[in-house]
C-alpha cells in the first residue's frame, strides 16, 4: 500500500523553526517528484515546494523563499521542508504529495498533477 506520512508539525513562537519530514512506505521515494502543500483555515490549499527526483531542482514560492528549504534523502525514503523565520501566516495544515516523473523533469507545485497525499500536519505560528 502506497502511503505518505508527514509528521514535524507543531506550535513554534513567530521567528522560530520546523523540520517537517515526509516518509514514504509501500513504494520507493525516487521515482518521484515530491510537492509541499498547505491550507490555512479558509484559504485554498497552495503549493510551497517542490522537489525533483533527483532533488537537484527545487522550487518555492516567493511567500517562503529564502526561508524554507527543501531537500530528500532518497535512501531513507524521506523529504524534509525545514522552516525558518516563521511567521503567523505561515499556519497552516502541511501535506506531502508525490507524482511520478520521468527522471530530469522539472519540480512543478501544481497540485491536481500530484497522485498520491499524505494526511497532513499541523503548524501553528503563534506567540
Known amino acids: 500500500q502506497l502511503q505518505l506520512v508527514e509528521s514535524g508539525g507543531g506550535l513554534v513562537q513567530p521567528g522560530g523553526s520546523l523540520r517537517l519530514s515526509c516518509a514514504a512506505s509501500?513504494?520507493?521515494?525516487?521515482?518521484?517528484?515530491i510537492g509541499w502543500f498547505r491550507q490555512a483555515p479558509g484559504k485554498e490549499r497552495e503549493g510551497v515546494s517542490c522537489?525533483?527526483?533527483?532533488?537537484?531542482?527545487?522550487h518555492y514560492a516567493d511567500s517562503v523563499k529564502g526561508r524554507f528549504t527543501i531537500s530528500r534523502d532518497n535512501a531513507k525514503n524521506t523529504v524534509y521542508l525545514q522552516m525558518n523565520s516563521l511567521k503567523p501566516e505561515d499556519t497552516a495544515v502541511y501535506y506531502c504529495?508525490?507524482?511520478?516523473?520521468?527522471?530530469?523533469?522539472?519540480?512543478?507545485?501544481?497540485?491536481?498533477?500530484?497522485?498520491?497525499w499524505g494526511q497532513g500536519t499541523q503548524v501553528t505560528v503563534s506567540s
Open positions: 504529495a508525490a507524482r511520478s516523473v520521468g527522471f530530469g523533469a522539472q519540480p512543478m507545485c501544481v497540485q491536481s498533477i500530484y497522485d498520491y
Open positions: 509501500g513504494f520507493r521515494l525516487d521515482y518521484y517528484a
Open positions: 522537489i525533483s527526483r533527483s532533488g537537484g531542482s527545487t
